[in-house]
Nanobody, 126 residues
Framework: QVQLVESGGTLVQAGGSLRLSCKASGRTLSRNVMGWFRQAPGKERESVASIGWAGGITDYLTSVKGRFTISRDNAKSTVYLQMNSVKPEDTAVYYC???????????????????WGKGTLVTVSS
């Protein structure tokens, strides 16, 4: 059974920075696309960033490009989301996600997610 456990969500002021982490266990996901989604109150869940199995290919939501960076450390089975220059509209529950299919393609869409974390809350104050 695959488990994804997020950490790092917190209250942060606008313009600040934080880093989310997602630790995977249960099986190796080093050959799988992984990513971060978010869901704000009253809104649909949306893809924020996804990263290919080797880490060299990434994709971002337009509104976070240049501010967020996704990375992965396959040796540690961990994916990160570095969030800089955060804005109040970044406030949401952030979910780690992964596909079960090996050697998948970026970007990862909602319908291709096979594993979800329980989420971590990021609140950005103005």
């Amino acid at each position: 059974q695959v488990q994804l456990v997020e950490s790092g969500g917190t209250l942060v002021q606008a313009g600040g920075s934080l880093r989310l982490s997602c630790k995977a266990s249960g099986r190796t996901l080093s050959r799988n696309v992984m990513g971060w989604f978010r869901q704000a109150p009253g809104k649909e869940r949306e893809s924020v960033a996804s990263i290919g199995w080797a880490g060299g290919i990434t994709d971002y939501l337009t509104s976070v490009k240049g501010r967020f960076t996704i990375s992965r450390d396959n040796a540690k089975s961990t994916v990160y989301l570095q969030m800089n220059s955060v804005k109040p509209e970044d406030t949401a529950v952030y979910y780690c996600a992964a596909e079960s299919t090996d050697w998948g393609m970026v970007p990862m869409t909602l319908d291709r997610v096979d594993y979800w974390g329980k989420g971590t809350l990021v609140t950005v104050s103005s």
